[in-house]
């Protein structure tokens, strides 16, 4: 276990010591840019998830993708339902990296999203040792393609927040490539555009439908089928999106509080209505499933809310180190749970590294 914890005291000491950034870019947003230890934990963050060998729920499903793979090349595997992943899958076969590769690409993607999404946030170091416990030791660990659509979503958001809807249909679309799933926040945008409405919101809807019609529409009955079977329901969904639904209803509560871009908050108002829907969707509808893999993309505004959180009850600008304690403590609490009592958490231990597998 000590591995996992080494990647959330890292990220949470330095929370700690750092203080909160108060300079906005013109649009009221934040610069994204990587200073030398964000490259560094970029890195980081790619080797650990990429170098993993026999870590994760998934592990043995994904070589069904790399044996086929021996026989494919590129343009075979881009003609393939998720052809992105397929992508991955024959270039690491063609480098000769195997399993490893495709690990080593998927991560890379993800924590690039990851590491741009937390600079974006008023406490970078502090969001990302939200994501930790589960974001990225479950998630990009476990769920190889959809944490890759989720790295891809987070640069979707990033664009969303700064009104660049093309870059967010873009990201959304390339993400979808991985995992269809990812093709169902292309509405998000027309829900958020506040100007040049008609326009913007009809090019979003015939980019949705395009999107469905490509990556999706033949997909879809099987995954309506497979994520609502009653007998394989998702354990831990409610855990998931409770936790979800906690960061939506603070957001909601100290909304008037939270000193963000309107468009970045138009977003997360939308996600925060999101997460409380979805948990009381889990009471009426037998879909856990279904809704708990679609909480995967609701996980981001766990970093926006507890980012935030020590401005909105605190003085603002100041490091208000107690509430940040609180905040890690919390977190720190998940991932022992997890690590030490989750029903499969115990395919993810011990942490081994293996190249070329």
């Known amino acids: 276990m000590f591995p996992y914890w080494l990647f959330f005291l890292f990220p949470a000491l330095a929370a700690l010591a750092a203080n909160p950034r108060k300079q906005f870019r013109a649009d009221g947003t934040r610069k994204t840019s990587l200073d030398a230890s964000w490259v560094l934990m970029l890195i980081l963050l790619t080797a650990f998830c990429g170098l993993r060998f026999q870590v994760g729920g998934d592990w043995y499903n994904y070589f069904r993708y790399l044996d086929a793979a021996q026989t494919l090349d590129i343009w075979a595997a881009l003609t393939r339902e998720d052809p992105g992943y397929w992508f991955l899958n024959v270039l690491s076969v063609q480098l000769g990296w195997g399993i490893t590769g495709v690990n080593l690409f998927g991560g890379f993607f993800f924590s690039l999203g990851l590491v741009l999404f937390c600079r974006s946030m008023p406490r970078p170091w502090l969001a990302l040792a939200v994501a930790i416990p589960y974001m990225y030791i479950v998630v990009a660990m476990g769920y190889s393609r959809q944490s890759i659509a989720l790295g891809f979503a987070m640069l979707g958001f990033l664009s969303l927040s700064r009104r660049s809807y093309a870059a967010f249909i873009f990201w959304v679309l390339v993400g979808a490539t991985f995992h269809k799933t990812a093709v169902l926040l292309l509405p998000l945008a027309a829900l958020t555009i506040t100007k040049n409405r008609v326009l913007l919101g009809a090019i979003v809807v015939v980019a949705s439908v395009i999107g469905y019609q490509v990556l999706l529409a033949d997909a879809a009955e099987g995954l309506i089928e497979n994520y609502s079977d009653e007998v394989q329901q998702s354990r831990g969904a409610f855990i998931r999106l409770a936790m979800n639904a906690v960061a939506g209803a603070i957001f909601l509560y100290y909304r008037r509080k939270i000193r963000i871009a309107h468009p970045e908050f138009t977003l997360w108002r939308l996600y925060a209505w999101m997460s409380l829907a979805m948990l009381v969707a889990l009471f009426l509808l037998p879909i856990s499933t279904a809704l708990d893999r679609l909480g995967l993309y609701v996980l981001p505004l766990q970093l926006v809310v507890f980012s935030h ?38 395919l993810w231990l011990p942490y081994q590294i293996q190249f070329g597998v």
């Open 309 to 346: 959180l020590p401005d909105i009850l605190g003085r603002y600008g100041r490091r208000n180190e107690l509430i940040v304690f609180c905040v890690l403590l919390y977190y720190a609490a998940v991932q022992f749970v997890w690590l030490n009592f989750g029903t499969f958490s115990k």
